[in-house]
């Protein structure tokens, strides 16, 4: 979602004369877009910051912005302890960032606007064309959550669940396709609970998927509460619609679970994943895990790497619990930090298992492609399969744009590399 945020940036501040660069040198205007999930995010401004500071020693300090989560949650931190930053912009206003920089340009006041208006934002951003023309896009279609699970920071960076309107999401998807977009992948902090005027997720991907040139969607991040049966019913019916399912559970242990205000167990998570089989059985699972959690003991633990196993996630996130200012569970106590690096490690060296052999079983099937890009050697072309595996072929062809079958001959932790099936008559699709 802050690709997606840090993009729409670039597009308003277009209109007052700005361009990109990726030379920091000559940089008039540094915004730094913020992620507040974990702890190391804040670290990070404060490095990034004094890089700034050593590069622009002997010439004119640009204007320095400070914008999304960390901004929302820390402002006046931010403000105090780093003199260096001008301004701090919550993620819900950045669509007034073109007034803010104009008033900077003129003094140098620093500016603290992190108030919440979601409602504003997207009404001033449906009159700024997205300019996004990579294969692959981002599309935010709600943001906020309502859930306040005990160890998030969500709620209190991005504020309550609000769904944009299902036309202008479809306006905005025929724009990326029209520059090139063929993949659009639904962004919310709990984006199957869109919902506006009673249209709900699965009528945006039905919609969507009426778009002639737009070739693949994707959603994410979901939530097991709000994974109701007409989203089911999409992955039955929409082929356009991707069979892999980001799907957080954060941890195996009902105890936990219920500690964490989650609001289902983990029979419930089970039984989704037992539906969306039913419907469609090439379907494949992610998560989140959190491990060290206060309270959780080894049996609980074990419990984890047990649901892991059973679903066996081709792909995870897996973090120390990091307790974060604002929620409930910062003032929780914690568990031996030692014995959470333990488990962490052991959590991940069995995902990393079973992320190896689901890719090494793909070698010899093929798999269906969407090539993104050309990467750095010559003939040679990035692009993803199905399931979001990154993957490389050699071609003498522009791949760009375009769905292939290929052939997976080798298989590394995070890529697989192929060949261009030739041979169309039998045809094997990775699952």
Known sequence: MNEYDSNRILDLAKKINYTRTKNLSETNCYILNTCHIREKATDKVYHDIGRLKKEFRKKTKPVVLVAGCVAQAEGEILLKKEKYIDAVIGPQSYH??????????????SINFTEFDVVEKFDSLNSVRNSDNKISSNLTIQEGCDKFCKFCVVPYTRGAEFSRSLKELV????????NGVREINL????VNAYNFENKKISDLIIELSKIKNLKRIRYTTSHPQDFTEDLIEAHKNCDKLMPLIHLPIQSGSNKILEDMNRKHTVEQYLKIIEKLLRVKSNIKFSSDFIIGYPR????????????FKKVKFINSYSYIFSPRPGTPAFNFEKIDQNEAKKRLIKFQDMAKKIK???????????????????VKEENFYFGRD??????????????TGKIKKVKIIKANQ??????????????????
Not at 386 to 399: A, F, T
Not at 419 to 431: G, P, R, S, V
């Open 187 to 190: 962004l919310g902090q709990n």
């Open 296 to 307: 959780e003991t080894h049996d609980d633990f074990n419990a984890t790497i047990k649901l």
């Open 414 to 431: 995070n890529t697989l590399f192929g060949e261009i099936e030739k041979n169309f008559n039998k045809t094997y699709y990775a699952a």
């Open 171 to 178: 306006l905005e998807a025929k724009h990326l396709v029209e």
């Open 96 to 109: 007034l960032i073109n007034d803010m920089i104009l008033k900077l340009e003129r003094k140098k006041n």
């Open 356 to 374: 190896t052999d689901y890719r090494n079983n793909l070698i010899n099937t093929n798999a269906k492609v969407l090539f993104e890009n050309e």
């Open 386 to 399: 199905e399931y979001y595996n990154s993957v490389i072929v050699k071609s003498d062809d522009n791949l």
